[in-house]
């Protein structure tokens, strides 16, 4: 393993809250990310779907849907550097960030859109093989591209290109999959080994050599939800921790739904890659992003049975339970260590790693 | 008026084509935008809904809707320089693009989503701006924003802020408004003043300052798309003439229905600043963007009762008759000109006006 990080384009992690201008930390997921939402865009666009804050907003339609069917619509912008890198693109991403933002409403993705923000002076054939990847990607996750737009800025803004994706998803009958629907006695659920986006994005960034070459996780979890309601209707809630990683998203759980969350600290799946690169680049696995995971809150009667049916799939091989919902300390999420202590798994502020989706 | 064009920080309006790597031309709504999309990403994402090119896709959700109902998903990025300008900012521009490119469907737009991408450093308080306006908008159009996504770029990447916007809305049982409808005898209506959006833009980059400050046409057209269809569902073509301009638009459409058309130079509503900005600027009117105007091609046999209709409207009191389409000259739009001649007006190749939504 060589170490060469070049601490001259490190960016602050933890900005200063307060601030009169964006800083980077405003983007990574976290404490800053909440706030703006909360002080800019909540007071101005104040409804009540978005006041929801989930991944989708979940619309009726005004009754242009079957009865009962409800519709999932969400959006997701991807400015990640470098566009490419081991294990896929920026296109994979930005397919299969927004197929996941609207699987976990319990949809079944069908559509999406894709917006380009192009630098001038992008190769043509950069920009050909990210829409080769991210036409593959559609057909993996079996949703359909329909509509588009194309913008170019000029060469030194943007940073090659930047793609926003939307998607809108049916969800089933029935289903009824909220931010705030833990229960105490819930089971908390991953898919499988956490961590792998976000090191892989850092290590080839900061030029970090290890044995073996760690690669982004993206794939796309629609498979998995689909499968998961095969067993019951009765999921409680589902995410997939992306920016901010597992501790941000049960962070925001725990608030959603007025419950505390405990982890059991030696459960948790991550590859010793994973671990080795964390130790060197001073993360926490915890917080770093996932782009191929999801975390699954069950009613503690279906979670062996969801564990299992989870194992069946191929993004879900190494699925594995990480701990459960009590009512003690609610709004807050521990972590019980190894040695027998409990320790505080808090909300990040700003973040970990700049500009990785 | 004063003339202080700084040629320095001029774009060169006719790129090259056959480019090895992407110029501002391919971001301009003409032929070369065209290439981009018919040589990169038809290929890519090839499927029936995309092939069609619409502002919206169209979309019956397999069944999800209830009996003859469709679904109209459209999305658009914003990446105007300045940010701020005569009449709106970014913000406005946003919401009634997406609003517009949904309605041009014959939908009603509903809901839509926004993905924010921040340049580190921009002031928190011309984001609330921004936010405050788009708020303003959505409100005033009638849409509710539901979802949203907030990224950040570093200081000098990026200008500012893009605005990714997507659209949802539902198209009544019975409309069927599409590019390929244009029929020989059929009239074409526009409704109201064009090359406002594009000149005031240019006008306040370039430093120009005439007497009159022109300000954009920046509005939200899904009332004049509703009122026209209390008249008759029987409404062929609609569109935004956004990038581009009239010119393109028409020129879009004449191919995309196999016919040609006609527009009587004389009676294209272009306001005198507007002419006289374009004179300086060594612009054509026909192929400056608009943001509050649509096209409409409608039945003969409709074409006076829609037009009174639009005139009841606040955004459409001029709206005016500017040409007719024809079974001559096939996949071509010509002009009329006052003295009793006849020009092509061919599409634009690169693009006359960069950055300009």
Excluded at 26 to 36: D, F, Q, Y
Aim: proline share 5%.
């Amino acid at each position: 393993m060589s170490q060469k990080i070049d601490f001259s384009n490190w960016t602050c992690p933890l900005p200063l809250r307060d601030q009169p201008n964006v800083v980077m930390g405003h983007g990574g997921g976290g404490k800053l990310s909440a706030e703006l939402v909360e002080n800019i865009f909540l007071p101005a666009f104040a409804n009540n779907t978005l006041v929801k804050l989930a991944d989708s907003a979940v619309l009726d339609l005004n009754g242009a849907m079957t009865d009962g069917a409800r519709l999932a619509f969400s959006t997701d912008s991807f400015v990640v550097k470098p566009l490419f890198f081991p294990g896929g693109n920026i296109g994979d991403l930005a397919i299969n960030g927004t197929v996941n933002d609207v699987a976990m409403s319990g949809a079944q993705p069908l559509f999406l859109s894709a917006g380009f923000i192009l630098e001038e002076g992008l190769a043509m054939d950069a920009l050909g093989r990210i829409a080769n990847t991210m036409g593959a990607a559609a057909k993996a996750a079996g949703v359909t591209l329909v509509t588009g737009d194309t913008k170019v800025v000029n060469k030194g803004h943007g940073d090659g290109v930047y793609i926003n994706t939307s998607g809108i998803g049916v969800i089933p009958v029935g289903v009824n999959i909220a931010p705030h629907q833990a229960r105490p006695g819930d089971v908390v659920i991953v898919s499988g080994e956490i961590g792998l986006h976000g090191t892989a994005i850092m290590s080839v960034r900061e030029g970090l050599e290890f044995e073996t070459v760690i690669e982004t996780d993206c794939a796309p979890l629609n498979g998995l939800v689909a499968a998961m309601l095969d067993v019951t209707k009765d999921i409680h809630i589902l995410r997939d921790p992306t920016r901010g990683g597992v501790a941000s998203a049960l962070n925001e759980i725990a608030k959603a739904s007025g419950v505390g969350i405990v982890l059991s600290e030696n459960k948790l799946p991550i590859p010793s890659a994973v671990r080795s690169a964390c130790e060197l680049l001073g993360l926490d696995p915890l917080y770093v992003a996932n782009e191929g995971k999801l975390l699954a809150i069950v009613p503690r009667e279906f979670a062996d049975e969801i564990l299992a049916k989870l194992q069946t799939q191929k993004f879900g091989e190494r699925a594995t339970i990480i701990g459960e919902v009590t009512a003690q300390h609610p709004n807050m999420v521990v972590a019980k260590t190894g040695i027998g202590g409990t320790r505080v798994v808090d909300m990040m502020i700003g973040e970990q790693l700049p500009r990785i989706c």
